[in-house]
């Protein structure tokens, strides 16, 4: 059975993908990918979701099984670019890749989740000649580390393997940035830092020197680690190191983060009401704590002690309920509290809520995906495109590129670009140095640059320029 309301005429695409499966993740990713100007073809076996993605995108549906030759031959596997297998089945995504990689030359991406599994990733990619194996579980735990290891911050977004990193954050009431402008904040607090884009009443600016902050505002900047740490003790922001955590929901996410924090010598308690879960994980996480009961029920989170953790972090299959452990964990205790979101919709809605910091797994996996997919568009190109993030609803975005040969841009002063509205250049990262560039600094082969826009797929450095 075929759904089609694809019309190749209305926009230019660059390459033909075929999706498998049209869960959470499936759906973003058409969202991207198609908004991107590609080819897309979704497969998935139940008619009543391919009808939902159908309906709200210019794709083709197919329905049935995406480990069919026959089906993927109807889908066009032979002239396909790529194949992305995200199914809730991690065999069935590694079957749709193998038989599409066997069948064809198009490139291969398999989202598998299973901790057995992506132990062994580096095997997988090897054997089944795989372009990438995506694991948003392990992707959502990365984040949240990341999050932790700066708690003043809302998100914390790496670049060129943490050599810099997007910092969001709030002003809070009565803080020194209030009423301050850049200019002055620069020669006041803190220069190894720039700050990039700013939401105010939900507004965007990408703002220049003039800007005036006000408390409310949420301030997006890029710097390093250290140079953000040494900006918010300096604002007065409330620092701390994060030693004990609590986590509600014993699933694979809590797995992988329960793992990382554990590694970096951060004490771990996880509340899990499944007592064969419960015991799976004290085999596989025995330095943790694990806690056999409901994890929404008051009485037991005060017993287990949520008044002094230095860090909460909900995640359970349901976001009602992780909204709802988030308030009452900042209304009892003074913890850093992450909001783990897995539905698409009602973000505006989210977004007035106070719930710390909030993650969409399904929106940093196709971030992932869309990195890779736009470097393929781009490889015969003098740059490849090697991080990407959405900030701001995915009104903005933050992309790294590496410059691997002359252009029309290397050697050039910024202030000689006629660059794009609403385009900062916000960092240039040399031989392992963040340089905050100004209007003579000049990009070079070898260097990773980060661009903040709100002119989003860009696909190439040179888009930069008018």
């Known amino acids: 059975m075929i759904f089609s309301r694809k019309s190749k005429e209305s926009k230019q695409r660059n390459l033909n993908i075929i999706i498998v499966g049209c869960g959470r993740v499936g759906t973003v990713l058409t ?9 897309v073809t979704v497969i998935d076996s139940d008619p009543a979701r391919m009808q939902q993605v159908t309906d709200l995108y210019d794709v083709m549906g197919i329905v049935g099984n995406g480990a069919s030759y026959k089906v993927l031959e109807e889908a ?13 089945l991690d065999e069935l995504n590694l079957l749709c890749c193998t038989i599409a990689r066997r069948s064809s030359r198009c490139a291969a991406i398999a989202r598998v989740r299973t901790p057995e599994y992506s132990a062994e990733v580096a095997y997988l990619k090897d054997k089944l000649q795989l372009a990438m194996v995506i694991n948003p579980e392990y992707e959502a735990a990365k984040e949240i580390a990341r999050m932790l ?11 060129a393997h943490a050599s810099a990193e997007i910092i969001r954050f709030k002003i809070a009431e009565g803080n020194i940035l209030d009423g301050m402008s850049l200019i002055d904040m620069g020669r006041k607090i803190e220069s190894d830092m720039l700050i990039c884009v700013v939401e105010r009443d939900s507004e965007l600016v990408i703002p220049d020197g003039s800007f005036v902050l006000r408390s409310g505002d949420i301030v997006s900047f890029v710097s390093t680690m250290k140079a953000a740490r040494r900006f918010f003790m300096r604002i007065g922001s409330k620092q701390f190191n994060i030693r004990k955590t609590m986590i509600i929901g014993g699933g694979k996410a809590a797995y992988y983060l329960g793992r990382r924090l554990i590694e970096n010598g951060i004490g771990v308690k996880i509340i899990e009401k499944d007592k064969a879960r419960c015991e799976h994980l004290s085999d596989i996480l025995p330095e943790a704590s694990i806690i056999c ?11 287990e002690g949520i008044d002094s953790v230095d860090a909460f972090i909900p995640l359970t299959g349901l976001d009602e309920e992780n909204v709802l452990l988030t308030l009452h964990a900042a209304d009892v205790s003074s913890a850093k509290v992450i909001t783990k979101i897995k539905r698409n919709t009602f973000r505006n809605v989210i977004n007035k809520l106070d719930l710390g910091s909030v993650i969409y797994p399904q ?8 990195a890779y997919v736009r470097g393929l568009s781009q490889t015969k190109g003098n740059d490849n495109i090697e991080t990407l993030y959405h900030l ?7 992309a790294e590129f590496s410059v691997s040969a002359e252009s029309n841009i290397c050697g050039v002063k910024l202030q000689d670009f006629h660059l794009k509205k609403n385009l900062l250049v916000a960092a240039i990262i ?7 560039p100004g209007g003579s600094d000049t990009i070079e082969v070898g260097d990773n640059v980060i661009i903040v826009t709100t002119n989003l797929a860009l696909k190439s450095l040179e888009d930069i320029l008018q």
Not at 430 to 435: E, F, K, Q, S
């Open 392 to 398: 701001f609803n995915s009104r903005v975005e933050a």
């Open 76 to 88: 066009g596997v032979e002239e396909a670019d790529l194949i992305i297998a995200v199914t809730d």
């Open 430 to 436: 040399r031989r392992g140095n963040v340089i905050i």
């Open 363 to 370: 929106y940093i996996t196709a971030e992932v995906i869309t």
């Open 31 to 39: 969202e991207q990918l198609y908004a991107e100007g590609h080819d």
């Open 149 to 159: 290891s700066l708690p003043a911050a809302l998100e914390v977004n790496s670049f």
């Open 293 to 303: 009961g409901d994890g929404t029920d008051e009485d037991l989170l005060e017993e």
